[in-house]
């Protein structure tokens, strides 16, 4: 009689439960549903705390440049991808963009020229609304302003069309950076769309995300190319 080896299939089954695990993206979607019930109290989300803990520790340097955003920002050392030395990351997983307002001082208080801005996907996925969302970018753009701080809005970026509800999500997108122009436009504000390398039919290319959601390093490099450019235009040296 064949004798099952407990041990063995024991391992195989951790194994198929962690290719079924990131394959389907379920340890991001674990964490969007723990924060789900605070979609608006984005303080109770354990890295904004951690990451505000750490900003009052940092020197309080001047910089030409923040990168302000959620985990998409957070996730790349932005003065290596750039071979520079005057940027300063305030990007914080799975924040939304009340968060972003809500610390706009840890912005303010470094004193930067530029300030460019990548948010919303966050928010559209805890269900906060578009108009909600454009009302946090407008407070942002105009307290960034009365700073003599100039914002730069980077569009928010499709989900690639493996993500789970890609369709409904990207609709949602795309409203917003219809609506992000539009404010753009009316507060002379500069809009770089980054949409028309990284996505393709308004779906993120597989070829850029880890994910569905989140980039990767070919992702960073074609960002970078942008940045580049813009900076070079700014004729700032670091």
Known sequence: MFKI????????????LAVIVVRNNYLSKLG???????THNYKSNREYKQQ???????????????MLGNSITQNVNWNELLNRTDIIN???????????KERLNHVT?????????????????????????????????????????????????????SYENANSINKKVGSLN???IELSKSLNVKYLDLNNILSAN?????????????LNGKG???????????MKNHQLSD
């Not at 505000?52 to 923040?66: G, H, M, P, T, W």
């Not at 305030?90 to 972003?100: K, L, N, Q, S, Y």
């Not at 308004?202 to 989140?214: A, C, F, Q």
């Not at 960073?220 to 813009?230: F, G, N, Q, R």
């Open 178 to 180: 219809l609506r992000l």
């Open 32 to 38: 969007l549903i723990l924060f789900q019930d605070s």
């Open 220 to 230: 960073y490099l074609e960002w970078k190319k942008i940045l580049a450019m813009e």
């Open 52 to 66: 505000l803990d750490l900003y009052e520790v940092y020197s309080k340097n001047q910089c030409n440049y923040v």
């Open 109 to 161: 208080n470094l004193n930067p020229r530029y300030c460019f801005i990548m948010g919303g996907i966050n928010d559209i996925l805890f269900d906060i609304k578009v108009d909600e969302i454009l009302t946090n970018y407008k407070d942002i753009l105009l307290a960034l302003k009365a700073e003599n701080i100039i914002p730069i809005i980077l569009s928010t970026l499709f989900v690639s069309d």
């Open 90 to 100: 305030r990007g914080i997983g799975m924040d939304v963009t009340a968060g972003f």
């Open 5 to 16: 080896n407990h041990k063995v299939l024991n391992v195989v089954l951790l194994i198929l």
């Open 202 to 214: 308004k779906n993120l290319k597989d070829s850029y995300t880890t994910d569905g959601i989140h």
